[in-house]
Nanobody, 123 residues
Framework: QVQLVESGGGLVQAGGSLRLSCAAS????????MGWFRQAPGKDREFVAAISWSGGITYSTDSAKGRFTISRDNAKNTVYLQMNSLKPEDTAVYYC????????????????WGQGTQVTVSS
């Protein structure tokens, strides 16, 4: 089992940057593929980015490509989401998640979830 704790959210102006972190407990972090999802008020949770256990494979949405970068440091049991050129429509609660099923974009394939961190982008 793994526990996930996100941090790094906050209020930023449009065009600004944030780096989200997700710290995982346990010694088996490197066995998990990791993903970032977000949920805006009144909307369904949506996929943002995912990374394989080794970091060699990454996926992201079209809206994230060129602006968001997912990475991981297995020595620190941490996955990151660097977000640049933020837009008001990026406002949401951001969640990290872990899965042993391989790198995927489908939220129901993830076994473990963090509590989320709020990102608010003002115009």
């Amino acid at each position: 089992q793994v526990q996930l704790v996100e941090s790094g959210g906050g209020l930023v102006q449009a065009g600004g940057s944030l780096r989200l972190s997700c710290a995982a407990s346990g010694r088996t972090f490197s066995r998990y593929a990791m993903g970032w999802f977000r949920q805006a008020p009144g909307k369904d949770r949506e996929f943002v980015a995912a990374i394989s256990w080794s970091g060699g494979i990454t996926y992201s949405t079209d809206s994230a490509k060129g602006r968001f970068t997912i990475s991981r440091d297995n020595a620190k049991n941490t996955v990151y989401l660097q977000m640049n050129s933020l837009k008001p429509e990026d406002t949401a609660v951001y969640y990290c998640a872990a899965t042993t099923r391989g790198t995927m974009t489908w939220d129901r394939g993830y076994d473990y979830w963090g509590q989320g961190t709020q990102v608010t982008v003002s115009s």
